[in-house]
């Protein structure tokens, strides 16, 4: 495996992966100069650039943390602007509802974004055929959502969750959500069938965002990504590197990543599984620690982060 020093799970890859854990104890809270301050210390421009931002947005109901918080999606966006992008949009192409106003035309998140940002149903849009690059599934190709494609940059925000078949929902997950539903139903099952910790390696080494934004201010733990309860953690994690950033938010979570099937499939062909080849930036991992609670079949997998 070129780039990487040694062989097999728990690799140190070359490359050092910085991650940085923002504290953020209220959505509310006006952080547009810090998420602009991070981006730039991990060297983003924008300048100019058309952005779409893609976060998990699957329904809406009011009070319940299923979605990444849309006054962070918002402050997310103004902080776009005031780098430079030529153009904002949010995008969503939900697993669960086919009917967009659950989703990501919801008039909740059209409330508090600038009217400059426009919203993009990318169930129902355009595919643009990529090569499948990895091996594990046997999709030839991938169709993903046109605008996702043609953009410039794309940031991928999730809400930090467990999930029922994945044991977390991160930004490796969160991108099942640029392939358009009108290819890959509802909810998507083909992934499913294709084993879904295979379906995201090879969509992780086919497609990757340029930046992860991941929402942890509110999390859901229990019977995730729909059914479970709020977890407060208070935390914003952001990095350009969505494994490195899914295992931070795993150890936050309680869980060993190397014991998530989805994250230690990945971590074979991508950087960030392994501490020692992510940069912490930031608050101290330790003040944010929680121990999410979990269907009985992932108990398996928590673990007490070891930051050391």
Known sequence: MAGALGTGIGILF???????ILSVSDSEKDIVKELIQIM??????LNQKKVIIKPNFVEYHHGRPINTDVSLIGQVAEACFKMGALSVAVGEAAGHRRDPSYSVFN???RAKLNKKVSLLDLNHCSGVKIKNMGDLTDFKFWNIAEPIANADFVINMPKMKTHHWAGV????????GVLPGAFYGWPKNPL???GIENSIADLARSIQPNYVIVDGIIGMEGDGPIMGDPKKVGAVVMGKFPLAVDSICSRLMGFDPYLLPSLKQTGWYLPGLNLKNIQLRGEN???FSQSFSCLPVFDFAKKKADWS
Request: charged share 25%; proline share 10%; glycine share 0%.
């Open 285 to 287: 991992p330790f003040q």
């Open 14 to 20: 070359k490359k050092i992966c910085p991650v940085t």
């Open 169 to 176: 929902t991160l930004s490796l997950k969160n991108y099942f």
């Open 107 to 109: 008039p909740a998140l």
């Open 192 to 194: 499913h069938f294709a």
């Open 40 to 45: 730039k210390d991990d060297e983003i421009v």
